[in-house]
Nanobody, 116 residues
Framework: QVQVVESGGGLVQAGGSLRLSCTAS????????IGWYRQAPGKERQFVAA????????SYVESVKGRFTISRDNAKNTVYLQMNSLKPEDTAIYYC?????????WGKGTLVTVSS
C-alpha cells in the first residue's frame, strides 16, 4: 500500500500563488508517476497536471497552462505544483494520485481557496 500525502493548500487572493507538495511512501520515489487532480464543490474531480517518473514529460489541463507548473525532486521524494495567477475558479480540493505498477493511490487532498 502506497501512502500519499498532499500539503500546501490555503487561502489566497486572486492573482496570488501557492505551491502544493505531494509525497508518497514508495521507494525509490522515481518508480511512481504522479498526477494532480482537483474537485470543486458540486463538480466532478478533474485532471490538472501530471509528470512522468524522470520528469521528461508533463501535461496540463488547458485551463491551467501557463499558470501552473508541475515538477518533481526524486531525491526529496516530492512532486510540486506551483500555482501562479490563481483565479477564484481554481478553488477546489487538490488531490495527488500516485500510479505504481498500474495501480492508483490517492491522497486525502489539500484545500485551495482563492478569494476574489
Amino acid at each position: 500500500q502506497v501512502q500519499v500525502v498532499e500539503s500546501g493548500g490555503g487561502l489566497v487572493q486572486a492573482g496570488g500563488s501557492l505551491r502544493l507538495s505531494c509525497t508518497a511512501s514508495e521507494r525509490p520515489f522515481s518508480l511512481i508517476n504522479i498526477g494532480w487532480y482537483r474537485q470543486a464543490p458540486g463538480k466532478e474531480r478533474q485532471f490538472v497536471a501530471a509528470i512522468s517518473r524522470n520528469s521528461d514529460s508533463t501535461s496540463y489541463v488547458e485551463s491551467v497552462k501557463g499558470r501552473f507548473t508541475i515538477s518533481r525532486d526524486n531525491a526529496k521524494n516530492t512532486v510540486y505544483l506551483q500555482m501562479n495567477s490563481l483565479k477564484p475558479e481554481d478553488t477546489a480540493i487538490y488531490y495527488c494520485k500516485a500510479t505504481l505498477r498500474a495501480r492508483d493511490y490517492w491522497g486525502k487532498g489539500t484545500l485551495v481557496t482563492v478569494s476574489s
